[in-house]
């Protein structure tokens, strides 16, 4: 199994502002995705982090909002940019390997 | 596109009852089958993965079941005790590429 830290683990945010969340994984491993549960909800795709090239997004959702970065096979980071209420959610890195995925243990934010 | 349904939606328990909890999906050109529980805004646990190959998967009181061709996987905790209180989710990845999809969970309460 993989061990994913993911920074902050929660955070109160004006609107308006944009929030940097890191992920950091114990191992290489190909497959990374980030992932948004609205409150209430289940988990919705934001993004496959490609390792040296673009993000691949899912309907919906836009790079200019939600860039990410993928330096190198072990960490990743999605930026929520001017973020307005209805961003309010658990955003929650994860990776695949052998075709199960780990999660961290998700970054919450608040948007006030 | 893959639907992925979780029945009841929450459910609530005396200790150490048995109970199951329902996973159903629509495509059965499935890879595998996951089971997750979540505590309040934190990030996913990995239970019990299973292949398309397998019909259930065994962790401790976990039990976990699939019926690939009726689109149908059950989790089965055995003496349910207050700890066990959380959400569980299933997910299933496509046969193709690398897609997950979540249901919405189901909400378990056990009472002490």
């Known amino acids: 199994s993989a061990v994913i830290s993911q920074k902050p683990s929660r955070d109160i945010c004006q609107r308006g502002t944009s929030l940097t969340i890191q992920c950091q994984v114990d191992?290489?491993?190909?497959?990374m995705f980030w992932y948004r549960q609205q409150p209430g909800q289940s988990l919705t795709l934001i993004a496959t982090?490609?390792?040296?090239?673009?993000?691949?997004?899912e309907s919906g959702f836009v790079i200019d909002k939600f860039p990410i970065s993928r330096p190198n096979l072990t960490f990743s980071t999605l930026t929520v940019s001017n973020m307005s209420p209805e961003d309010s959610s658990i955003y929650l890195c994860?990776?695949?390997?052998?075709?199960?995925?780990?999660f961290g243990e998700g970054s919450r934010l608040t948007v006030l | 596109k893959q639907e992925v349904t979780q029945i009841p939606a929450a459910l609530s328990v005396p200790e150490g009852e048995n109970l199951v909890l329902n996973c159903s999906f629509t495509?059965?050109?499935?890879?595998?089958l996951q089971w997750f529980r979540q505590d309040p805004g934190k990030g996913l646990t990995s239970l019990l993965l299973i292949q398309s190959s397998q019909r259930e998967q065994t962790s401790g009181r976990l039990n976990a079941s699939l019926d690939k061709s009726s689109g149908r996987s059950t989790l089965y905790i055995a003496a349910s005790q207050p700890g066990d209180s959380a959400t569980y989710l299933c997910?299933?990845?496509?046969?193709?590429?690398?897609?997950?999809?979540f249901g919405t969970g189901t909400s378990l309460t056990v009472i002490p």
């Open positions: 495509d059965s050109a499935i890879y595998n």
């Open positions: 982090a490609n390792q040296g090239s673009e993000a691949t997004y």
């Open positions: 191992s290489q491993v190909t497959m």
């Open positions: 994860s990776v695949g390997g052998s075709g199960e995925l780990f």
């Open positions: 997910a299933v990845r496509s046969n193709t590429g690398n897609q997950f999809y």
